[in-house]
C-alpha cells in the first residue's frame, strides 16, 4: 500500500493577504458562504418562488377584475359646452366608433370625405366590396383569357394541320391525274 503525503506551503498561498488572514479565517469563510448558499437554495428559493407565483396570480386577477369593471362601467362624453355626446359603455362606444368609421362616405380612393361629393358617395364597405369584386373580376377576366388564347391556339393548330394535310393531298392527287398516273 503507498501513502500520499500533501504538503502546502500557506505562505505562498496567503502572499496577498495582510499577516492578519490565517488559512483557518479563509477555510471558515468559505465554509459560511457555502452553507448560506446552501441553505438559501433550499429553504428560502422554494417559498420565494411560491409568494411570487401567488403574487403574479393575485396581480393578474386585480388587474382583469379592474379592465372588466371598467369596460361595464358607463362614460359619458361631452362637448366643449358640456353637452352630452356619448352615454353609455366603453363597449357601446367601441362599437359606434367601429359603425361610424365602416359607414363613413369615401371617395374613389376610399379617403373619409366631408359634406357633399360628387365622386364616389359610398361608404367604406362599400368601397371594400366595390373594391374587392373588381380585383376578383380582374382574376377571373385574366384567367378566362389565358384559357380562351390557349383554347384558340391549339384549335387554330389542329384546323392549320387538317387543312395542310387535305391541301397536300388534293395538290398531290391533282399532280398525279395530270401526269397520267391517275385516272379522273
Avoid at 471558515?28 to 418562488?49: D, G, L, S
Avoid at 359610398?122 to 380562351?148: H, S
Avoid at 388564347?149 to 394535310?165: D, P, V, Y
Amino acid at each position: 500500500m503507498a501513502i500520499l503525503k500533501l504538503e502546502i506551503n500557506t505562505d505562498d498561498i496567503f502572499s496577498d493577504y495582510d499577516d492578519s488572514v490565517t488559512f483557518e479565517d479563509l477555510f471558515t469563510e468559505a465554509i459560511r458562504k457555502e452553507v448560506t448558499k446552501a441553505v438559501f437554495e433550499k429553504v428560502a428559493k422554494v417559498p420565494v418562488e411560491e409568494e411570487t407565483e401567488k403574487i403574479k396570480i393575485e396581480t393578474e386577477s386585480a388587474i382583469e377584475k379592474k379592465l372588466e369593471n371598467l369596460i361595464n362601467e358607463d362614460l359619458a362624453f361631452v362637448n366643449g359646452w358640456g353637452k352630452a355626446t356619448f352615454v353609455g359603455s366603453i363597449e357601446d362606444y367601441i362599437k359606434q366608433q367601429i359603425d361610424e368609421r365602416i359607414m363613413k362616405t369615401v371617395d374613389n380612393e376610399g379617403r373619409p370625405t366631408t359634406g357633399c361629393h360628387r365622386d364616389g358617395g359610398q361608404t367604406w364597405v362599400q368601397y371594400i366590396v366595390k373594391k374587392e369584386i373588381d380585383y376578383k373580376l380582374k382574376q377571373i377576366k385574366e384567367d378566362a383569357d389565358r384559357i380562351a388564347t390557349r383554347f384558340c391556339k391549339e384549335a387554330l393548330k389542329e384546323e392549320i394541320e387538317k387543312f395542310k394535310t387535305q391541301t397536300l393531298k388534293g395538290l398531290v392527287i391533282q399532280q398525279l391525274e395530270s401526269v397520267g398516273v391517275l385516272n379522273k
